[in-house]
């Protein structure tokens, strides 16, 4: 997970699309239910805290690794011209799982002898920088779906993606245990903004300080949260919509809807979201 946007992949992918817009489009019959994807978090995933935050069973994700392997590379064989001609809906559905997909796959490639992410990267680049897999006709990193593609300016401008893609952390928004799809997206991606926010230890109001507690999700992305999505303005006024999952006593939530509160940042927790841990 990186913030710079990195328009760098947007313009080869453009380049691409040019390259081979002439040929006939191929994965006609690509599954956009993405049902190989749900049957392996549906097996893999295991809810905790009253389904607001979640860890992966990695172990038994190597043990399926040919399924995932094969969905994988479904996720590789779609076109770019078939991509360009998706619905919006369809487009972020796609990426979305993309992006949660093969960063398990990159999990696994030292998995077990890592404790973090962070361990699969070095001094010149982040794990999130290394192109390891082919997507849309180009080798492409996990930053390159999420800063190039997700939030790149006027391509979807919805920040509750944040909610929505995995970075193998415990600091992370839950994984979901089904697959985004089309048809279902608007209330998957509310219902994982309403999960994490009412994870008490990821977002809370601190009775003792007296202030509002949250994720470090909404320092380093908060200008994503300014764009406007459906009157949210900011992230303050997301944290108003959840007030009542935010924090217990009436007056405390009253603060939080009207936005007179003191807002901190709680460090966030690269550890391995392994279920074994």
Known sequence: ??????????????FGLVAVIAFPARSE???HTHEAWTRLLSKHVVLLANGNASKVDYAGMASDRTALNDY???????STPLFARLDTRRQLAFLINAYNAFTIQLILTQYPRLASIKDL???WQSPWKKRFFSLLGNETSLDDIENGMLRAPGSF????????????????????????VAQQL???LDAQAAKFLADRSRNRWNPERQRLE???????????????FRG????????????????????????????????????????LNDVRT
């Open 1 to 14: 997970m990186s913030s710079p946007i990195d328009t760098s992949w947007t313009r080869r992918a453009l």
């Open 29 to 31: 019959g690509f599954d």
């Open 72 to 78: 994988l590379a479904s996720l590789s064989s779609l």
């Open 121 to 123: 990267g070095s001094l």
């Open 157 to 180: 401008d919805d920040p509750r993606i944040h909610f929505a893609i995995n970075c193998a952390s415990i600091g992370c928004p839950a994984l979901r245990p089904e697959a985004y």
């Open 186 to 188: 608007d209330a998957q």
């Open 214 to 228: 949250v994720s470090m999700l909404f320092d380093w992305f908060g200008d994503d949260f300014r764009r406007g």
């Open 232 to 271: 949210i303005s900011s992230p303050g006024t997301l944290f108003a919509r959840h007030a009542d999952a935010l924090a217990d006593a009436s007056a405390d939530r009253e603060r939080i809807r009207t936005l007179r509160v003191e807002l901190g940042f709680l460090p966030y927790d690269w550890s």
